[in-house]
């Protein structure tokens, strides 16, 4: 049984930039080109192995601490099914309110990437309303995922590398580029995984990512767009280095 939230560890007090106090929900978001997503590492996780709910500081450009990002998950599901298992990621702004849910319901098919129909799935909702979902698309060598609104409609396709390689020696950030639907040319923005530091790639599977918005977005989008990494961060990133 999924833990309550009252269970859950919620954001510290008192820790946004000045010039975001009073601007609760996403607002905030909206006036963020660039958003850095740094996974908390876990004390607990590194000593025992054992893997534990994901926590994510959110950053602006400043490195200024905006929104807090928590993993709500079963522990049995985190210890034997890791990255494949369902979850629930709770996004919270700086009045400690929930502003983004994102979700993925766990299927035993889960992540094969030859058939749509057992693909990832990654709900997006604001406040109880669906914004739309990130889903995994059908690939051979190149990752690839749609950004669909609530009616299935694609709104944006993100297309990675064919080497999705990170480590220790891994420095070189690796790019997931978001384009807008039935175009390649130019993309709207940018999900990296960026290197977290040799100690923090060698002794934890806490994750780094950067996203670039490139062009002027409207505020779902860029919910949408800042979601997809977390759906990101489980697919690729998540297992054992």
Known sequence: MAMPMSNMAGPPPGVLPPAAIG?????YLAQMNEVRIN???????VMTGIDMANRY???DGGNRLSYFVYEESECCNRVFCKENRGFIMHMMDNTNQEVLRMERVFRCCTGCCWFKSCGHILDITANGVPLG???QSQYCLQPKLTIENPSGQE?????GPMCVCHGPCCFADVP???FASGSSAEPVACISRV????????FSKANHFKIVYQQNLDLNSRALIFSATFLLDMMFFEHDK
């Open 155 to 159: 709104l944006y396709h993100i297309e």
């Open 133 to 135: 979902l990130v889903r």
């Open 23 to 27: 601007t609760s929900g996403l607002q």
């Open 176 to 178: 997931f580029n978001v």
């Open 195 to 202: 290197h977290a530091g040799c100690a923090q790639e060698m």
């Open 39 to 45: 996974q908390q590492v876990e004390i607990a996780e």
């Open 57 to 59: 500081q959110v950053l």
